[in-house]
């Protein structure tokens, strides 16, 4: 559906000719999700989808710390206007890969059976589908089956639920394969591709960021973070606290000659250290 398309449908809508009670389930998803301000927030970012892929972008989008609706709807949207693209272009490449990591548990495969029908249709058209999930507890059985039925490469690590492993050696075509899928190490799996069924070890990545910058960005991210908690603010609104991992000067000694305190190597911005001070709301002030 172009933009021609779906302006007309919601003229439809404006005029009365669209019904309340056919629209309602949307207006209310809608409105549980247009309304969140980490979803206003990512709005502003406009990604012309079709020619980044076909100039071989890559795209990662991480839920972070948005509700699940939004990422939900989010994600979902993408995942819908890639398989529009991949329908309506031209020509059958570049080859596009799309990986739902997380699929069943951030709700990427939907009981529509949107995903099933990719799987099925347009993998001739360019399009490979990783699903990657933790359990196969997919919406419905029909899924499942599509999904398994349509995934040409079937990869099983270790499976501590039985039965999630009596299904795995179901699949692989040989039911003795349980015991084995239950006490697989990391980095060792069974695989089943077409017809064929071997057992495989996969080395482990020297860094596991396979984007170096994410790791900076990250870490960044994360100090960031640890910096607006509260017992790295301001102290009692006077002075601000010295930067993560900068010396803090110890008390000088006053007591008599010959005497020695120990030192005092907490700073006046530590939890500890407002507790005694009476930095902190929580605390009382003593007076001798």
Known sequence: MDFDELRQEFDR???????????????????AVCGVPSFIARCGMALDLPPFLDKCGILLVEGGNVGQLVMQMIMGSIILQIF??????????????LVLDEATNANLVGAAGHE????????KFGLDVHILVQSLNFPSAYIT??????????????AA????????AEDLGDPDLVGSIRRLKVGERWVKDRDAVRF???????????????????????IEQIYERPEYGPNNGDEECPP??????????NGPPGTSAAPD????????RRLRTGGSNNSENAES
């Open 200 to 222: 495989e070890k996969v080395p482990e990545l020297l860094n596991p960021w396979v984007f170096p910058e994410l790791a900076e960005i990250k870490t960044r991210r994360a």
């Open 84 to 97: 529009n693209y991949i329908r309506t272009r031209p020509r059958p490449y570049p080859r596009v890969l």
């Open 145 to 158: 089956d599509g999904v398994l039925t349509n995934c040409v490469r079937h990869e099983w690590f270790y």
């Open 13 to 31: 809508v404006a005029s009365g000719e669209v019904r309340p009670s056919q629209y309602a389930p949307a207006v209310r998803m809608i409105d």
């Open 116 to 123: 099933v029908r990719a799987l099925a249709e347009l993998q």
């Open 244 to 253: 993560l991992g900068e010396n803090v000067t110890p008390p000088s000694n």
């Open 265 to 272: 190597t907490s700073s006046d911005c530590s939890p500890a």
């Open 161 to 168: 639920n039985p039965a999630v492993a009596r299904k795995a």
